[in-house]
C-alpha cells in the first residue's frame, strides 16, 4: 500500500501551522484521511496518482482536520465514514451527514488490502488510529508528533486514556507513525515512551505541588511547570485539568473541578 502525505495550511495551534492529509491508496481504490483545508497542496494530493478515492475518514474531528471533507466528498463521491456513536459531533464538525460509520476493529478493503480502524481516545474523545495494511504503518492522527508533545487537555481530552492509546501503540510496535502533524515517525517506540515519560514527569510535578499546599487549579499551574507559558496559558491550564481528572481516578487526589488537596491513605 501506498502512503502519500501532504502538508495543508491550516488554523491550528500546531508548531508550523499545518494539519498533514494522507492518501493510502492499492490499486485503483484509495482512502483520503484528514482533508483538512481545501488547498492546492490537497487538489495535487487528490490528484497525485490515478485511483478512485473511495472512501472519506477523518483520525478525530478538530476543526484544523475536517476543514475540506464537504469538499472532497462532493469531489469524488466517495463513501464519507464517522465514528459510531459520534455520527452528531462529525456533523456539527463538517456539515455533512456520513454515509456510514464505524466501530474501532473494522477493517476497510482497499485493492488487495485494507486499512483497519484502531480505538485511540485521549487527545479526543471519537479519535482513531489507521493501520495502512496488515502489519503496515499506523495514521496516529494527535496521538504523537516526532518532536514536542501532543496536547491533552479537560474537557476535550481524557488524560488516562491518552497514556493508555500510547501504550496500546508501543504494543502494536508498527514500522512506523503517520502523525497529523510534522514528519513520519521512523521510531515509534522510542518516540512513544519519550512521550509517556514526558506525562509521567507532569504528573509527578502535579503530585509534588499538591503535596506542597498548592490547592487551586492555578496555584498547581505555576508549580508544575518551569517554561514561560505566554500565549499557550490556556492549553497549559487545560492539561492540568486533565492530569488531575486522571489523578482524582487513580485515587492520588481529591479534585472537585474548584480545589484539590491530597487524597486521603
Known amino acids: 500500500m501506498d502512503v502519500v502525505r501532504r502538508s495543508l495550511p491550516t488554523e491550528t495551534r500546531a508548531p508550523g501551522g499545518e494539519t498533514n492529509g494522507y492518501l493510502l491508496a492499492a490499486g485503483s481504490s484509495a482512502v483520503l484521511v484528514d482533508p483538512a483545508a481545501r488547498t492546492d497542496a490537497l487538489d495535487d494530493l487528490l490528484e497525485t496518482r490515478s485511483v478512485d478515492v473511495d472512501h472519506v475518514l477523518v483520525t478525530h474531528v478538530h476543526p484544523d482536520h475536517v476543514g475540506a471533507v464537504d469538499h472532497c466528498a462532493a469531489e469524488t463521491d466517495a463513501t464519507v465514514w464517522a465514528r459510531a456513536g459520534r455520527a452528531d459531533r462529525f456533523r456539527e464538525a463538517t456539515g455533512l451527514e456520513p454515509d456510514r460509520v464505524f466501530y474501532p476493529g473494522?477493517?476497510?478493503?482497499?485493492?488487495?488490502?485494507?486499512?483497519?480502524?484502531?480505538?485511540?481516545?485521549?487527545?479526543?474523545?471519537?479519535?482513531?488510529?489507521?493501520?495502512?495494511?496488515?502489519?503496515?504503518?499506523?495514521?496516529?492522527?494527535?496521538?504523537?508528533?516526532?518532536?514536542?508533545?501532543?496536547?491533552?487537555?479537560?474537557?476535550?481530552?481524557?488524560?488516562?486514556?491518552?497514556?493508555?492509546?500510547?501504550?496500546?501503540?508501543?504494543?502494536?510496535?508498527?514500522?512506523?507513525?503517520?502523525?497529523?502533524?510534522?514528519?513520519?515517525?521512523?521510531?515509534?517506540?522510542?518516540?512513544?515512551?519519550?512521550?509517556?515519560?514526558?506525562?509521567?514527569?507532569?504528573?509527578?510535578?502535579?503530585?509534588?505541588?499538591?503535596?506542597?499546599?498548592?490547592?487551586?487549579?492555578?496555584?498547581?499551574?505555576?508549580?508544575?511547570?518551569?517554561?514561560?507559558?505566554?500565549?499557550?496559558?490556556?492549553?497549559?491550564?487545560?492539561?492540568?485539568?486533565?492530569?488531575?481528572?486522571?489523578?482524582?481516578?487513580?485515587?492520588?487526589?481529591?479534585?472537585d473541578g474548584e480545589r484539590v488537596r491530597p487524597a486521603s491513605r
Request: aromatic share 4%; with cysteine; proline share 7%.
Open 106 to 255: 473494522r477493517t476497510i478493503p482497499l485493492g488487495d488490502d485494507r486499512v483497519r480502524v484502531l480505538d485511540a481516545p485521549g487527545h479526543a474523545p471519537d479519535h482513531v488510529a489507521l493501520e495502512a495494511g496488515r502489519d503496515g504503518p499506523i495514521l496516529c492522527g494527535d496521538c504523537a508528533v516526532q518532536e514536542g508533545s501532543v496536547v491533552v487537555g479537560a474537557p476535550e481530552g481524557d488524560m488516562r486514556a491518552y497514556v493508555t492509546t500510547l501504550r496500546r501503540l508501543w504494543a502494536i510496535d508498527p514500522p512506523a507513525l503517520y502523525p497529523g502533524h510534522g514528519p513520519t515517525i521512523d521510531t515509534p517506540r522510542e518516540t512513544l515512551e519519550r512521550l509517556l515519560e514526558h506525562r509521567y514527569r507532569r504528573e509527578r510535578r502535579i503530585r509534588e505541588a499538591v503535596a506542597d499546599g498548592a490547592r487551586t487549579l492555578e496555584e498547581v499551574l505555576e508549580s508544575a511547570y518551569e517554561k514561560d507559558l505566554s500565549g499557550v496559558r490556556d492549553l497549559a491550564r487545560a492539561t492540568v485539568r486533565a492530569h488531575l481528572g486522571k489523578l482524582t481516578v487513580e485515587g492520588r487526589v481529591v479534585w
